[in-house]
């Protein structure tokens, strides 16, 4: 059975960093695609960051460009969000999940398999 585990989330005052991990189980993902995304109250889904099966490519939404950082390591079969400098508007549950049809970077959330139970992130002013 596929599974995907997110950790590493928490209250943060503003301005902090956190580093958020995602551990696959269940088979391997070092060939595909995989992405964060995440949920705050009353709103939708958004993307946040993508990388490709290699970590050569990666992808981020506007919102979080220069502070986030996305990375995987395919031995661990796990992938990291680096988040930095964080702002109360970053408060949300985050999500990974895994393209199994793309190896290159993506964004559309319809592209992804499979997705994690969530991890929450609460950025305090």
């Known amino acids: 059975q596929v599974q995907l585990v997110e950790s590493g989330g928490g209250l943060v005052q503003a301005g902090g960093s956190l580093r958020l991990s995602c551990a696959a189980s269940?088979?391997?993902?070092?060939?595909?695609?995989m992405g964060w995304f995440r949920q705050a109250p009353g709103k939708e889904r958004e993307f946040v960051a993508t990388?490709?099966?290699?970590?050569?490519?990666?992808y981020y939404a506007d919102s979080v460009k220069g502070r986030f950082t996305i990375s995987r390591d395919n031995a661990k079969n796990t992938v990291y969000l680096q988040v930095n400098s964080l702002k109360p508007e970053d408060t949300a549950v985050y999500y990974c999940?895994?393209?199994?049809?793309?190896?290159?970077?993506?964004?559309?959330?319809?592209?992804?398999?499979?997705w994690g139970q969530g991890t929450q992130v609460t950025v305090s002013s």
């Open positions: 269940g088979r391997t993902f070092s060939s595909s695609a």
């Open positions: 990388i490709s099966w290699s970590g050569d490519s990666t």
């Open positions: 999940a895994v393209a199994l049809r793309w190896r290159n970077v993506v964004v559309t959330s319809s592209a992804y398999d499979y």
